[in-house]
Structures are given as structure tokens and as C-alpha cells.
């Protein structure tokens, strides 16, 4: 069975940091390109964070710049997000996807596999 599993969400205080993990089965995620996704109650999905399948280019939507950092460890069949500085407003539930798409993007569709996702609640 082909799926992706993402772990390593909690509850922290803002200024916190947590490390997101996203494990695939049944398929190796180092041929496709992996995004960090999360959806807030009432809001739409929106991407976060994305890495290339080759060459490790990366993408951070505004929000999250210079607090998030995306990487790989093809060995583990592994994707992380190392998330620092956390604030309220990250407060959502996390989820990785894999897309057949080679270049860059968030839109959603054009995601083939994707978790059940990670809860991360931001709170003081």
C-alpha cells in the first residue's frame, strides 16, 4: 500500500520549536518532489513548504521564511520540516504530500499521495 505518514506534531509555546517528520511507504519519495501543507479550522489548505526531487531547491511561503527549513534523507525514505520560532498562527494540522510534478508549486491537485497529517498547536 502506497502512503506517507507524518509524525511529530504536539503542543508547544510560542517562540518553541518542532521537528515534523513525513515517512513514505510502499514507494521512494526520492524521486518526487515533497511539499508541507497545513490547514487551519475554517481555512483553506495552504502550501508551506516544498523541495525539489533532484537538485534541493526549495520553497517557503511568506509566512514561514526564514523559520521553517525543508530537507531530505532519501536513506529513511524521509522528509522533515524543522520548524522554529513558532507562533499562534501556525497552529494547524500538517500534512505532507508528493507530487508528479517536477517544477514548483502549491496547487494542490497536482499531488498524488498525501498523509493523514500532524496536529501542532501553538499555545501559551
Known amino acids: 500500500q502506497l502512503q506517507v505518514v507524518e509524525s511529530g506534531g504536539g503542543l508547544v509555546r510560542p517562540g518553541e520549536s518542532l521537528r515534523l517528520s513525513c515517512t513514505a511507504y510502499g514507494f521512494t519519495l526520492a524521486v518526487y518532489p515533497i511539499a508541507w501543507f497545513r490547514q487551519a479550522p475554517g481555512k483553506e489548505r495552504e502550501g508551506v513548504s516544498w523541495i525539489s526531487s533532484s537538485d534541493g531547491r526549495t520553497y517557503y511561503s511568506d509566512s514561514v521564511k526564514g523559520r521553517f527549513t525543508i530537507s531530505r534523507d532519501n536513506a529513511k525514505n524521509s522528509i522533515y520540516l524543522e520548524m522554529n520560532s513558532l507562533e499562534p498562527e501556525d497552529t494547524a494540522v500538517y500534512y505532507c504530500?508528493?507530487?508528479?510534478?517536477?517544477?514548483?508549486?502549491?496547487?494542490?491537485?497536482?499531488?498524488?499521495?498525501w498523509g493523514r497529517g500532524t496536529q501542532v498547536t501553538v499555545s501559551s
Open positions: 504530500a508528493a507530487s508528479g510534478v517536477v517544477q514548483f508549486t502549491f496547487d494542490v491537485s497536482e499531488y498524488d499521495y
